[in-house]
């Protein structure tokens, strides 16, 4: 189908939609007007002019039937079926029009009043209704318009008890009210091509922000990686206590700023429509505690931190890591606004419901809020006062973005304060149980086994490079590096590894199509492939999960992190090369 005949049908299949969900008004009004006709002028002609509306409408609405179902109106519109229906809204035109007609010839000065009133009333419903399909109009407006113009010229010319003048004067300003509903169209049809460019303008807008915040995610992150990593490792050597302040101080910068990456990045992918939640089952109580345990060494001297669980399942089904920014933002926002006193995080569950919900609640003793203040802190940018950012800092996201993340997870979050008194923020999500854990997992030393792992890394920024190696070559690890995708492709190709780190934007080839070109043969068609990229957005991942990746280890990298997935990785890798000892 070419575009033009795509366009038509698609034009056809919104009128037909539009008046199968107009059919009861239309047949309302021709109730009013038949009632009207019968008052003006008595007799069987309004009766029978009823019943072939009636008739036309249900006629009509049966040939529109097929391009009113989604799945088969492209198909039916078929040359046929393109001129029935416009055949059929023709006919219904006239004939819905048509009691105009005989109260016009009936003489009487309130009948032909009405008759021209109600031509005007087709007239400009059918131009609105049309307005999307300019090329429809001649079917609709076309009949009362030759009524309205036609009708005093015929009186005119035939009836020596009217004034020829008058007639062609009353014409005349039916031509002219024609015109005023066609420039009407014309105005509306302008404007909805307007609007539809400036939509297309801001998706293309929107694509461009979208691109524009992953390279800046990627640019970010990438000298963060050697910031953190590179704190993380001074953090393991033997310092002063000077040099442990320094560190540590370098650490809480790192952490600042990347939480505001990241909620620029998240609130970007909200509002795209691109964040997705996962369903994975972590440790309730656990996960709660290392969050309690964490900021309690960030609250004020005097402010105690406690964690109060309430009958709760030990391991749910959720998003960890929305579960965990959610509860880590109610309790920044906890210890920025509590100076005495304590917090307490509890946890429980709502029984008797059909479908059983987990919630959490962060109170503390902070300085509270009034009711307005409290409508408005879930909204973007807002932080309760002007003064609040001077005093506290934060870009004001944190809660706008968890309430949303909490409504994704299919919950809700909600708050209860009183100005002086401190608040409550309640968190409540769908309750999954979830079984209860498999054995841990060995650390890196003894999922590598005492052996060298070989490992492939292509990351194309050298103090990145420098920071894998050392996370890495500690723990026994043999790492070769690519500077980029198409040198790890050649290095892929001479000799097996056991392990391949892949980053996403590279010059010359970038990870993605150099993981492609692995997996297409050669000694490592079948290594694990670790994303280790500054990228996590979803289209991202999916674009790994494309070419066989689905680890994905997210810069800045966290050491242990690193490890733990190296050591993994490993360990599949060599229970698949003794299942192939096994089978030969």
């Known amino acids: ?57 249900l006629v009509d609405h049966w040939i529109s039937a097929p391009l009113r179902r989604p799945a088969d109106g492209e198909a039916c519109m078929s040359t046929g079926r393109h001129v029935a229906f416009v055949a059929s809204m023709t006919l219904n035109a006239f004939l819905y029009s048509g009691l105009a007609v005989w109260l016009w010839f009936q003489g009487s000065a309130v009948g032909m009043a009405f008759a021209l009133l109600s031509l005007c009333g087709s007239i400009i419903n059918n131009a609105l209704q049309m307005a999307q399909t300019p090329r429809a109009l001649p079917c609709v407006i076309g009949p009362p318009g030759l009524y309205i113009v036609g009708l005093p010229l015929i009186t005119g010319l035939t009836s020596p008890a009217q004034d020829g003048v008058q007639m062609v004067l009353i014409a005349s300003g039916g031509a002219v009210y024609i015109l005023h509903a066609l420039m009407a169209v014309k105005r509306i049809w302008t404007t909805n091509r307007q609007t539809e460019a400036a939509v297309e ?49 370098l650490g809480n910068a790192s952490e600042v700023l990347l939480g505001l990456l990241n909620d620029v990045l998240d609130l970007s992918r909200i509002e795209s429509g691109k964040l997705e939640v996962e369903l994975v089952p972590f440790d309730l109580t656990e996960k709660l505690a290392a969050a309690v345990q964490l900021w309690s060494a960030k609250a004020s001297d005097g402010v105690s931190l406690r964690f109060e669980p309430a009958g709760v399942p ?92 909490a409504q994704l997870m299919g919950g809700s979050l909600t708050v209860r304060s009183q100005l002086g008194y401190g608040s409550v923020f309640r968190f409540e999500i769908p309750l999954m149980v979830a079984e209860a854990a498999a054995p841990a997992a060995a650390d890196a030393e ?45 290095l892929a190709a001479l000799r097996p590894y056991d392990v391949i ?51 994905f280890i997210t810069k800045p990298v966290e050491m242990q992190v690193l490890l733990d997935h190296v050591a993994a990785a490993h360990s599949a890798r060599c229970s698949a090369r003794a299942l192939a000892v096994r089978a030969r």
């Open 1 to 57: 189908m070419t575009t033009d005949r795509a366009a038509t049908a698609a034009a056809f299949r919104a009128i037909a939609a539009t008046r199968g969900k107009d059919l009861k008004a239309r047949l309302g009004f021709a109730v009013f007007i038949g009632v009207i006709g019968w008052v003006l002028a008595p007799g069987p002609a309004a009766v029978l002019w009823f019943a072939a509306v009636v008739a036309g409408q």
């Open 201 to 249: 303008a801001a998706q293309k807008a929107n694509a461009a922000k979208s691109d524009f915040l992953a390279t800046i995610s990627h640019e970010i992150r990438t000298p963060m990686n050697a910031v953190v990593a590179a704190g993380d490792l001074l953090r393991r050597t033997d310092l002063t206590r000077e040099q442990a302040e320094h560190v540590a101080m």
């Open 314 to 405: 030990a391991r749910i089904m959720t998003d960890p890591l929305r579960f965990q920014q959610i509860v880590s933002n109610l309790l920044s926002n906890a210890t920025k606004f509590t100076r005495a006193g304590a917090i307490v995080v509890r946890a429980g569950q709502l029984v008797g419901l059909d479908d059983p919900v987990l919630w959490i609640e962060v109170e503390d003793s902070g300085s509270g809020m009034d009711a307005e203040t409290a409508g408005r802190i879930f909204s973007s940018f807002e932080q309760g006062s002007s003064g609040v950012t001077r005093v506290h800092g934060g870009t004001g996201l944190g809660l706008a973005i968890s309430r949303r993340l």
């Open 446 to 490: 003894e999922g590598w086994g005492g052996a060298s792992v070989s490992v492939l890394l292509a990351e194309d920024h050298v103090v990145n490079q420098r920071i894998v190696r050392l996370m890495l070559e500690p723990f026994g690890a043999a790492v070769t590096v690519a500077a980029n995708g198409a040198e790890a492709v050649e």
């Open 501 to 551: 780190l892949m980053d996403m934007q590279m010059p010359v080839m970038g990870g993605v199509e150099a993981a492609a070109r692995i997996r297409d043969g050669g000694p490592n068609a079948a290594t694990p492939i670790l994303a280790l990229t500054a990228n996590a957005l979803a289209e991202h991942r999916a674009e790994w999960a494309a070419v066989g990746v689905e680890v």
